[in-house]
């Protein structure tokens, strides 16, 4: 795992700026601090970090080809890179390491862009083709490895973080003001998008071409899921199957030649991925006749009782004799409110990135790579809302659209809104949602602050920028390339898309590159994530239970209370933060005179979130959080 970053003269009469790139490259010394380098010519100028993984000897970057044609710079790890060389190889190619990083070189070498194709793994990559003056750089299926860029002053900037982007002399720091609408909608800026207007993120699974003498790159889709066939088959054969592609996906991400564990959360999916690493550790062993050793796992518990998951963990750990490690950390560990900020570049919302920031801490101490259980609940239907949303579209497939917008508009205006109430009575999200189709109605249900929130929220001067602009239409856009037929899928589809490369991914990413932690994630290895889309919807998704046939194919190796019981997640006490120990701090951060200054919002309604969440009138803790954030994301970007 690495940090990548580099820029392009699209001039001819420009010429490179080496401190720059050493500045870029330094901003990102925490992605990889076991070596550094760098490649300079006329036109272009590559910065890498290595955090060594694979061939810990050789495998340096930029590396170049024997003749100097060819140079590349890689953050990653290509899992089919052994299989990919012996291709190469039968092809006359040539190698002087055993990293994948040559692999990827010579994949290019040999098809062109098409090598993406070849590739399985988490990557982003840059290929510089020096005698056609010409730029490659690839991103991931998924999106798990990050790659941001900008066009300034006539060249092409990209770095693995925002944070290096920001050095460049002339970016613009303008605020986006549709990054803005998505943060407070998502949590997020969304793909493509950054919270400043000159920079954008490459999509998942896309490329971009940019050669000497363009004024723009060319940006191309390579990859896209598909829901558009399923696999029909008994339950029985799915649940082997099921069990049989997981176990693949999760061997493919145990190669390393350093120590290797994995995230423990007493959930689910990590402790799938616990059982089946245990599993194939003894296989192997007993195929070369050794004895294994145990899997290191990693675990962060709480001191309050409700958000505290240790003693799930405890008990895969103990079926699986793993080398177990656990910290206990106090809820009201909020001093990673501005170092979170810091990590991220521009304004994040999932409170959640505190602890994981914290089990990542934890992890380096003992592995150097680590497998995480996310992208699970994505793929096979995990999440509660999920089953809410399936509700939902009963009463949609019985009430015709013109008949549901205005019964349940009424009701949604009218029904008051409870949260202190129990979960059955709070319905007034509901009404709304049921006045919608299936997307906005999803949208709605996911949204941190709803529509009439943010418009509450934002100043005159911001609502007129937006010019009708809501981020509804990050999902209305996915939705246009969606090739399923079902609601569950469409679903699926748009948190692929969008909260799982948004959030999920993000958080991950950051936290871990804090710590030169590699964290893989095997439930999104793309052949995965192909395979579990052509699982029927009533499979993933049955009699109320989420990734049921997951669950199913998990039973023999799993205790049926860690399989079966409530999911928690990492939760944090925020309500309780805003009213007790952060309550001062929360409203010296809100009202402050950046946040005055900074014209994007209405300060009365501030004010009075504060007051009534404060007060315990009204509920306004995922609001204030947000906006905390974006505050304090604010005060370090100095943009006041």
């Known amino acids: 795992m690495c940090g990548i970053t580099g820029f392009l003269n699209l001039s001819a009469k420009k010429a490179v700026h080496q401190p720059l790139l050493a500045e870029m490259n330094?901003?990102?010394f925490h992605r990889g601090p076991d070596e550094g380098g760098e490649y300079i010519d006329d036109h272009v100028a590559f910065g890498h970090r290595r955090l060594s993984i694979i061939d810990l000897s050789s495998g340096q970057q930029p590396m170049a080809s024997d003749d100097g044609d060819y140079v590349l710079i890689y953050n990653g790890e290509v899992y089919n890179f052994k299989e990919t060389r012996i291709e190469l190889e039968t092809l006359g190619h040539v190698f002087h390491s055993h990293s994948d990083t040559e692999v990827i070189l010579h994949a290019y070498m040999q098809w062109g862009d098409a090598c993406i194709d070849k590739?399985?793994?988490?990557?982003?990559?840059?290929?510089?083709?020096?005698?056609?003056?010409?730029?490659?750089i690839a991103r991931d299926r998924l999106g798990i490895k990050p790659l941001f860029y900008a066009i300034i002053d006539n060249s092409l900037y990209f770095a693995s973080e925002l944070k290096s982007i920001t050095l460049v002399p002339g970016l613009s720091k303008k605020i986006d003001a549709k990054a803005v609408e998505q943060y407070f909608a998502?949590?997020?800026?969304?793909?493509p998008h950054t919270i400043y207007q000159q920079v954008a993120k490459l999509p998942p699974g896309h490329t971009i071409n940019i050669k000497v003498g363009d004024s723009k790159p060319t940006i191309k889709q390579y990859w896209d899921v598909s829901y558009a066939q399923q696999i029909q088959m008994s339950e029985d054969d799915y649940v082997l199957e099921m069990a049989k592609q997981f176990k693949s996906a999760v061997d493919s991400h145990m190669m390393a030649d350093v120590p290797l564990g994995s995230f423990l959360s007493g959930g689910v999916d990590s402790s799938a991925v616990v059982a089946m690493m245990s599993n194939l550790?003894?296989?192997?062993?007993?195929?070369?006749?050794?004895?294994?050793?145990?899997v290191t796992t990693c675990s962060i518990g709480f001191d309050v009782k409700d958000y505290n998951?240790?003693?799930?963990?405890?008990?895969v750990a103990k079926r699986y004799n793993t080398d177990h490690h656990e910290k206990i950390i106090a809820s009201d560990d909020f001093e990673l409110v501005d170092v979170l900020a810091g990590l991220y570049d521009e304004p994040y919302a999932d409170s959640s990135a505190m602890p994981t920031y914290r089990v990542c801490q934890m992890a380096r101490e003992q592995v150097t790579v680590c497998l995480s259980g996310d992208g699970a609940d994505e793929l096979l239907a995990g999440y509660r809302r999920y089953g809410l949303m399936m509700n939902e579209e009963k009463v949609r497939a019985l009430l015709p659209y013109a008949i549901r917008k205005p019964l349940f508009g009424i009701l949604g205006k009218l029904y008051p809104k409870m949260d202190w109430a129990p979960q059955f009575l709070r319905a007034k999200t509901t009404f709304q949602s049921l006045a919608m189709d299936t997307t906005e109605g999803y949208f709605h249900g996911v949204s941190l602050l709803n529509n009439a929130q943010r418009k509450a929220l934002f100043s005159d001067e911001l609502y007129q920028e937006l010019k009708g602009y809501t981020a509804l239409e990050v999902f209305r856009e996915h939705q246009k390339n969606f090739d399923g037929d079902d609601p569950l899928s469409l679903i699926q589809y748009l948190d692929i898309k969008t909260y799982l490369v948004g959030d999920i991914l993000t958080k991950v990413d950051r936290a871990s590159m804090a710590h030169s932690l590699e964290v893989r994630v095997p439930f999104l290895d793309h052949k995965f994530v192909e395979w579990t889309a052509k699982i029927p919807t009533e499979l993933k998704l049955k009699n109320g239970c989420g990734k049921y046939i997951f669950k199913k194919a998990m039973e023999p190796h799993l205790p049926h209370d860690v399989l079966y019981r409530k999911k928690m997640g990492f939760r944090v006490p925020l309500a309780d933060w805003f009213r007790g120990p952060l309550k001062e701090k929360l409203r010296e951060a809100l009202l402050s005179d950046d946040m005055?200054?900074?014209?994007?919002?209405n300060m009365a309604t501030i004010e009075k979130w504060l007051s009534d969440h404060q007060s315990g009138r009204k509920e306004y803790s995922a609001p204030l959080w947000t906006l905390l954030m974006f505050a304090s994301f604010y005060k370090q970007a100095e943009l006041a």
């Open 119 to 136: 590739l399985q793994g988490m990557f982003t990559f840059a290929i510089w083709h020096k005698s056609e003056k010409s730029l490659f």
């Open 186 to 191: 998502l949590g997020y800026a969304a793909e």
């Open 309 to 315: 998951e240790t003693d799930f963990a405890r008990m």
């Open 26 to 28: 330094q901003a990102q």
């Open 596 to 601: 005055r200054n900074s014209g994007l919002f």
């Open 281 to 294: 550790s003894q296989e192997k062993a007993g195929n070369n006749g050794t004895v294994s050793k145990p």
